[in-house]
Each structure stands twice: as structure tokens, then as C-alpha cells.
């Protein structure tokens, strides 16, 4: 049994906390960012409907197709609405490549919502969730949904803590417009 919350969190409760600045960053299609040191909120606007942008979020074994640094993914697990994965992760940090392989729970929650948290990997630990919801009219009539996560992570690299963070929001930021990227060329490949 997951122990993963099965809450479906309302949208008006972290929409109300945007501010005019950030729903202007929205508008242009840039990432929101909010928090840091570990723990993040992200969000981003897309063209495709709230369906097309949940099938890219869950097409787990597709990930290193579109990932910018996932070179292997699969799903080790799938029970009802909760899905194992493990995900080998590659990156060039200073003048090494890193690689590091973690295993996630996902909870999905009524098309909206997937619950997620570590069981395996290099880091501490890891756990958030990701959102899909109706992007509001005052945005533009071409943005129809917006993808946030929400993201707590720590790992024990001893003096290198801030450059862990560094990167690790990098990767969220990089992870977001790689996503819907993906979402937004499906969907054109869709209508063709």
C-alpha cells in the first residue's frame, strides 16, 4: 500500500498565491519559480488540452525521448492507479558525467494530479506532486492548461549543498519546458 496521499489538492489554493507578476510570466510562456533550497514550485503554461498533457506526463517509459537528462526509463511496477519507475539520469557537472538511477512511486489522482516520492536513489529524499489544470481565459485564448510540480528534495553532498541546489532547480526548469515541449508537439502531430 502506497503511502502517498490520495488528496486531489484544490486548484484555488496555490493559483491564489500567484502574483500579477507571475501570471505575466505565465502569459509569455515562461516557468514560474517560487521557493528554493530544496524545496520548489513550478509552473507552466501550454497549448494542449489538460488530456494531451496528462498522457505525456504518465507515458513514464517514454521519458528519455524527451527528457533532457533521462537516458533510460521504464516501469518496473503498476498496480491500480500507482506506478513504480526507474529512471537512469545522466548529466555533465563541472567536468565529470554523473549518472544515478532512481526508482519513484506515483500515485495517479483522478487526471489531474500524480502524487510521487523516492524509494530508491542518490538523493536524501524527494517527494511532491505534479498538477494539470484549466489554464484561466485572462491568460489567452491559446493557453489552455497549466503543468505545476511541487518539489521537496535534499541530498548529502557535505560543502557542495548550494551547487546541488543550483542544479537541481536548473533540472526542474529544464524538466518543465522539456515536458511541454513534448505536450505541444504531440498535439500538432495529432491535428495533421
Known amino acids: 500500500m502506497s503511502r502517498l496521499s490520495r488528496q486531489v489538492q ?27 533550497q530544496g524545496q520548489y ?7 494542449v488540452s489538460q488530456a494531451a498533457a ?11 525521448t524527451f527528457l533532457p537528462t533521462v537516458v533510460k526509463s521504464r516501469v518496473v511496477e503498476t498496480e491500480g492507479d500507482r506506478t513504480v519507475v526507474e529512471q537512469i ?5 563541472l567536468l565529470h558525467t554523473m549518472e544515478s538511477k532512481v526508482l519513484t512511486e506515483n500515485l495517479e489522482l483522478d487526471g489531474q494530479q500524480i502524487s510521487f516520492r523516492l524509494l530508491e536513489g542518490n538523493l536524501e529524499y524527494m517527494y511532491g506532486h505534479w498538477r494539470i489544470d484549466v489554464a484561466p481565459p485572462s491568460l489567452g485564448h491559446d493557453l489552455l492548461c497549466l503543468l505545476s510540480q511541487q518539489v521537496r528534495a535534499e541530498a548529502d553532498v557535505g560543502p557542495f549543498k548550494s551547487l546541488f541546489y543550483n542544479l537541481f532547480e536548473a533540472g526542474l526548469i529544464d524538466t518543465m519546458k522539456a515536458l511541454r515541449a513534448e505536450m505541444e508537439r504531440r498535439a500538432t502531430l495529432s491535428n495533421l
Do not use: N
Not at 502574483?19 to 519559480?33: F, H, N, Q, S
Open 41 to 47: 514550485g513550478l509552473m507552466i503554461a501550454t497549448t
Open 10 to 36: 484544490p486548484a484555488e489554493a496555490y493559483l491564489a498565491k500567484l502574483t500579477e507578476a507571475d501570471w505575466a510570466t505565465l502569459a509569455k510562456r515562461d516557468v514560474v519559480v517560487k521557493g528554493g
Open 89 to 93: 539520469d545522466r548529466r555533465r557537472i
Open 54 to 64: 496528462w498522457a505525456v506526463l504518465t507515458d513514464y517509459s517514454s521519458f528519455e
